[in-house]
């Protein structure tokens, strides 16, 4: 089988759609020079023309109206057949695109039990502030902090975010020890500039739901990713406004301790988020039903009786 060389090939379907180099080499983010260069060595290689080049319009020859039809459907035929090929089972490696902060503080920590029960799905994790695209590139599956509206994919909620002070246990027992949510004035507050401007809302209606609403607090640290925030707060350095996700390791370890036991529950949440139709891959729903099994015990252990709930406003 003679085949034309296919990186032209795609290069003439694109500027056959677009009827100009220009929008051709926008579309495949590469020079108008590449995209001239590749169509002139296809038409070398077929040994005809195949666009009417003037002076400020492109047209397709007779050669190239009969050339277009079968590389389109040559196309279409090989994206359909990698499209089956993605959910066939065990079908190239699972992408996961999650936040820093969640990937290193939650996911990683608990993945090794991910591979034991399915050593045979290779995983990559994508750990970006970017909204990747899910189920239409590389990445099969994401975990996404917000109200679980994102179109175009189906959404799971894996926990309904709250937040409450943390600190070091040092801290409690200190020169000037935390007894009460008043003394929260004397310390330094350490805050993340994902929830700077948030956190302006949610210290606030923490500060209401303790009693205490017109406390003036002063932030002297900020970290631009919450995990060095809570690890900041492990090392004693301030208080933090954590929360369960983040904080729930670090809560049960000792290493931190919440001083009061008033929590906001806020209106977002970690949500889990796939492509339409994603879960008949194997690979996909494996993780999630995964993910559900682990946040299941996960809320568990952070259920803490005697929390003060402010509720969802």
């Known amino acids: 089988m003679r085949l034309p060389p296919l990186k032209a090939v795609r290069y003439f379907e694109c500027a056959a759609r ?14 108008h020079s590449a995209i001239s260069h590749q ?4 038409e070398e290689w077929l040994g005809v023309s195949l666009f009417e080049r003037g002076a400020r319009s492109l047209s397709l020859t007779e050669a190239g109206r009969r050339f277009l039809p079968p590389v389109r459907a040559a196309f279409h035929q090989l994206a359909e057949a990698s499209a089956e090929m993605r959910l066939f089972p065990g079908g190239g490696p699972l992408t996961v695109s999650a936040l820093p902060s969640f990937a290193s503080k939650w996911l990683v920590p608990r993945l090794y039990d991910f591979q034991a029960r399915h050593p045979e799905i290779e995983v990559r994790i994508s750990a970006t502030d970017r909204l990747d ?12 902090y917000g109200r679980g ?10 926990l309904q975010d709250e937040v409450f002070p943390v600190c070091a246990p040092s801290i409690m027992d200190g020169a000037q020890p935390l007894k009460e949510p008043r003394d929260l004035a004397r310390f330094s507050l350490i805050s993340d500039m994902d929830w700077r401007r948030a956190q302006f809302d949610f210290w606030p209606r923490w500060l209401a739901a303790a009693g205490v609403p017109d406390l003036e607090l002063k932030t002297n640290l900020t970290f631009n990713y919450s995990n060095l ?10 208080i933090a406004l954590g929360n369960t996700m983040l904080a729930g390791d670090d809560l049960r370890s000792g290493r931190l301790v919440q001083p009061f036991p008033q929590t906001v529950v ?33 809320r568990d ?9 402010e509720g969802v406003r």
């Open 18 to 31: 677009h009827l100009s180099f220009t929008k051709a080499a926008d579309e495949l983010n590469v020079t």
């Open 149 to 158: 509206h994102w179109p175009g994919v189906e959404t799971e909620l894996l």
């Open 229 to 238: 925030m809570i690890q900041a707060a492990i090392d004693g350095l301030g």
């Open 301 to 309: 252990k952070a259920t803490a009786p005697g929390r003060i709930r």
């Open 266 to 298: 806020l209106e977002t949440g970690y949500y889990l988020i796939f492509g339409k139709g994603a879960l008949r891959q194997a690979k996909v729903k494996a993780f999630r039903d995964w993910m559900l099994g682990q946040m299941t015990a996960f």
């Open 133 to 144: 695209p899910v189920g239409e590139g590389d990445v099969d599956i994401g975990i996404r």
């Open 39 to 42: 169509i002139k060595a296809l």
